[in-house]
């Protein structure tokens, strides 16, 4: 079987990060598109930064799901404009139309040429242009993937455009970036990262890479971790911002395959188990498998067969 890891040249890490960005753009392009959110504002400090060092930039500002005709009218931009780079800071719409704006920089024909499912699902011929991304909410992950998912209004659907050609050149996530984030969009964003912790207990054996324990130990670490935060979270009273009516409504009588006697029944599928309880149950599942022992335990993490 084989198996392809793919993840952008160059990823930075670290509170602090992004006041990187000026110097690695200086190395990359003189004439930068700049894909944001609704609020341009926000990131007033990075253009500034831009400008000091001599980079010319034009700022495009993506609101709400990013649609084709969104990726389209930035494409036309960031031609007429000459760009040589992207910039993508924010959520996952504004990466994912920096990464489309970037790739059909260097490429020739219409955004839909490249689509699928509606298109033709043509393949990328050349590496996308220079493109950071830079994001600000960690929900989605687009800065390390291989696709641009934008919104088909007209037939109801969403579509992607895919290449491995796509993937940003730089990745740089600084946590700092985060902090502002309102307490809404940051449960939200939340779900989604333990959606996708969740689904690495999913993974059936034959796809997983050979003799990677990153899997395993990220899934068990992830959702000890989710399980602290939704804690605090209910502690701190998280119903005013919508999250409570959530947990209330899919957390209870779910049909949980483990039983935890500390938040429901001792067995059965069919325990009222609360979502805190059913990440421990599913923590000390993997770790019964014995397959996510050891990566807890070098991690720091109290084994979750003692909880």
């Not at 160059?10 to 004439?31: T, Y």
């Not at 809404?184 to 989604?192: I, L």
């Not at 992830?222 to 701190?236: F, N």
């Not at 325990?271 to 022992?293: H, T, Y």
Request: net charge positive; glycine share 10%; aromatic share 6%.
């Amino acid at each position: 079987m084989l198996a392809e890891w793919v993840t952008p040249d160059r990823i930075l890490f670290g509170p602090g990060a992004a006041r990187q960005v000026p110097e690695i753009v200086v190395g990359l392009a003189s004439r930068v598109m700049v894909v944001c959110g609704s609020n341009p504002q926000r990131h007033e400090w990075l253009l500034t930064a831009l400008a000091a060092r001599g980079i010319a930039t034009m700022v495009y500002s993506v609101v709400g799901e990013p649609s084709v005709a969104v990726a389209e009218e930035a494409l036309q931009r960031a031609r007429e404009y000459v760009a040589t780079a992207v910039i993508g800071i924010g959520g996952g719409s504004a990466l994912d139309v920096a990464k489309a704006v970037a790739g059909l920089l260097v490429n020739d024909g219409e955004l839909v040429d490249y689509l699928e499912v509606v298109g033709k699902g043509r393949p990328l011929a050349k590496r996308a242009a220079p493109m950071i991304a830079i994001p600000t909410t960690a929900g989605t992950g687009s800065e390390a993937t291989r696709n641009a998912v934008l919104e088909v209004p007209e037939k109801g659907v969403k579509v992607s455009m895919r290449s491995p050609l796509l993937v940003p050149t730089w990745a740089v996530v600084d946590p700092e970036l985060t902090l502002d984030l309102p307490p809404g969009p940051t449960a939200t964003r939340w779900f989604r990262c333990l959606s996708a912790t969740l689904g690495k207990f999913c993974i059936r054996e034959g796809e997983r890479i050979h003799g990677c324990p990153l899997p395993g130990g990220v899934a068990a670490c992830g959702t000890l971790a989710a399980d602290r935060v939704l804690e605090r979270t209910r502690s701190q009273r998280a119903q005013r911002y919508g999250v409570g009516r959530a947990f209330q409504r899919y957390g209870t009588r779910q049909r949980w395959p483990w039983g935890c006697s500390r938040f429901g029944r001792t067995s059965g599928w069919d325990a009222p188990c609360s979502p805190w309880g059913a990440v421990r149950c599913i923590a000390r599942a993997r770790c019964r498998s014995k397959r996510a022992c050891s990566a807890l335990a070098c991690s720091g993490f109290t084994c979750a067969c003692a909880l």
